[in-house]
């Protein structure tokens, strides 16, 4: 069985990622910044705040020289409220891109010793694609921002780390019903982590460095 690590798992997709990798016996790490939803916990929780280098240098000295099969990048926030490309919360604006670029970044950059210990193992960003520049739209300018940036970071990620044979790929859940995504959302998070972990599951070296819907679909950048 595998050992996974999913950043943002005490609530929403990343809960319910855990709670189906958990479901089929997998070691699954569980970090949070905030209070655990979970109903009844399961697997090792342990806090992390992905916008915090002290924190994430901590959480990485914990899981020394523990092999990770699969790190998922799920911990992200939505923005202010005010984020209009003419009427911007500057503050709000650096906020989002450090937890959604900055933050995977720092904890995939943390946990490359114990990716590097599993064969085979796994990167995986939840982005959206709201950060595609082709399908870009008005309205969400820092969270959109911030989706196109943590796109290429991991992208060029996924370059640097081919030859060694650690897949990378960027995830777009679908527009989901959490606290994030609302109840008028499309689809409810079993969907959407049942398609995500398909997707995890064909990504390998080949095609690292893709830009994936949770039902198959690639995305353009």
Do not use: C
């Amino acid at each position: 069985m595998a050992t996974i690590v999913v950043t943002g798992a005490n609530r929403g997709i990343g809960l319910e990622l855990a709670r189906q990798y958990a479901d089929e016996g997998h070691e699954v790490i569980r970090t949070m910044r905030g209070p655990d939803k979970a109903k009844t916990p399961f697997g090792t929780t342990m806090a992390l705040d992905v916008t915090d280098a002290d924190s994430v240098a901590k959480f990485a000295a914990a899981l020394d020289g523990k092999p990770v099969d699969l790190l998922i990048n799920n911990a992200g926030v939505s923005g202010p409220s005010r984020q209009s490309a003419t009427d911007m919360d500057f503050d709000g604006f650096q906020k989002v891109l450090d937890a959604n670029v900055l933050g995977p970044l720092r904890v995939t950059q943390a946990l490359l010793p114990n990716l590097r210990k599993a064969p085979g193992s796994k990167v995986a960003v939840v982005s959206s694609r709201m950060g595609s520049l082709t399908l870009a739209q008005g309205g969400s300018v820092a969270y959109r921002t911030s989706k196109a940036a943590v796109n290429m970071a991991f992208k060029l990620l996924a370059g640097d780390l081919k030859g060694e044979g650690i897949a990378v790929a960027l995830l777009h859940p679908g527009w989901v019903r959490t606290d994030m995504g609302g109840a008028g959302a499309d689809i409810d998070v079993a969907t959407s982590a049942e398609g995500l972990r398909e997707v995890i599951e064909e990504l390998e070296p080949g095609n690292s460095g893709t830009f994936w819907a949770y039902d198959g679909q690639e995305l353009p950048w």
